[in-house]
C-alpha cells in the first residue's frame, strides 16, 4: 500500500506542476514530452492525464481515511467525575 500512496502522491505532484506551468508559462510539459504543442494530445498524454486524475481521486480517499482514523484515535474520552 505505501508503494501505491507515494505513486499515486508523484503522479499528483506531477499534474500540479504540470498545471502551474500552464498557468505561469503557457507550458504544457506533458504534451512536450510526447512531442505536442500546447493544447494538444496523443494517447500518450491522455494517459498521463488519466493517472493523474485517478491519482488525485485515490490521494482524496486516502486523506479521508487517514483524517477519519486520526479522529478516531485522538478522541478525548468523557470524564464523568469532575
Known amino acids: 500500500m505505501k508503494k ?14 504540470n498545471w502551474g506551468l500552464v498557468a505561469i508559462a503557457k507550458f504544457d ?13 496523443s494517447a ?12 488525485a ?7 479521508a481515511a487517514a483524517r477519519s482514523r486520526s479522529a478516531t484515535h485522538h478522541a478525548t474520552p468523557v470524564s464523568a467525575s469532575r
Open 4 to 17: 501505491l500512496d507515494l505513486l499515486a502522491g508523484t503522479l499528483v505532484v506531477v499534474g500540479a506542476l
Open 29 to 41: 510539459l506533458v504534451a512536450t514530452i510526447f512531442g505536442k504543442d500546447f493544447g494538444q494530445t
Open 57 to 63: 481521486v485515490y490521494m482524496i480517499g486516502a486523506f
Open 44 to 55: 500518450g498524454s491522455r494517459i498521463v492525464y488519466g493517472l493523474v486524475g485517478l491519482a
